[in-house]
DNA sequence: AAAAGGTTTGACCATTTGGTCAGGATCACG
DNA sequence: CGTGATCCTGACCAAATGGTCAAACCTTTT
């Protein structure tokens, strides 16, 4: 199965069913802990017939990690430099935390990748999100010289708005075992606790 | 090998070394992803001679977690209801993060075992866990109540500190990627800014 | 020093798992 | 409808992996 091709309605069909139930199992066990014979479980497909539409288990993995990648970067790439800083900054927060609990999956997925040293997307860390981040950690830095918003240092504080929001994906087993919440209702308490918290911290006294 | 009896000097010595060379491996690539060759070979020790310490991998990983319970804890144990609140959570904060940066191993294991669903730890957490920080939450909301502190959610203040902090262990691969640091340079950055961040939340304008 | 108890190992086993392959079923299209 | 391309499967394989065991090897104790 050659990628790049002009896809049949079967191929594309399958290669999206595969890919769903790779992103079930992989962000349920990690990559070493999913078998290939649960995903083609989920994906009520059999063995054989995966590794017809993908050459191995690995080729699922990276498949799955690169095309997710830019839907999880979409909310910073949104930072706009002309925006109001505050309301920008609050507006990726809560933007970052709905995609936690709107797709907890993708970012499972990431973090148990990303746990275990990143072996298989450490260039496209060092690549493109660095360039990313560099970038619109220059804008933030420009708001705070400009005094618009109070001084920070802006790569923290986009590693502290991932690991704040995040947590609510990842580390759901927990602040479930903690909160025990109906459903999703944790997540509008969520949502005004960290609007509260970056607008004091951000806000000049 | 039956726990709880009393030790010979070798078996402490070698149970020892286990736990380590487990800490070691099952931090780096999870419970599923880690082998017992693997940590035999860390352990300079045979696999049978593991499985003579320890009846199965299994018993590894749980004498691991329950093990590191507690350690990992402390910092929450040690805040101190008479203290003064600002200074008793931004220590906190500022303990949390050292942990992070000396005991990156012990963070990662959790990390691994939680967003796979703590299928090992779910009692611990809804246990005593949930017993602590209920209990240390009630604390906070009272500092809150008492004008002491601006009024904060205790339990996502609670969440956002384990996330801010344990993201420098956890996501150390990706961290690493973008600051691109020298050795651990970027805790004292980590640590300006967390104290910054929390200082500016928690103090009433 | 010899018995008793604790420690270590090589050889082995059953199961799981990623992956292959030859051939059969199904589909698209002239 | 027929034929070539695409799709699917049962049977199979080699390697990896968790775990067992009898026998050999150390320590400790008497």
Redesign the pocket.
Known sequence: ?NDASP?????KR?MGVILDAALEVFSAHGF?G?????IAGAAG?????L???F?????IHIALLSGLMDTWLAPLRRLDPEGDPVEEIVAYVLGKLEMARDYPRESRLFANEIVQGAPRILDQIEGPLKALVDEKAEVIAGWGDAGHIAPVDPHHLIFSIWATTQHYADFDAQVRGILRPEGDAHFADAAKFLETMYRRMLTRP
């Open positions: 199965m896809q049949t309605r079967i191929q399958n070493r999913a078998t290939l014979d649960q497909l059999s063995k054989p017939n590794l017809y539409y050459p191995s288990k690995e080729a």
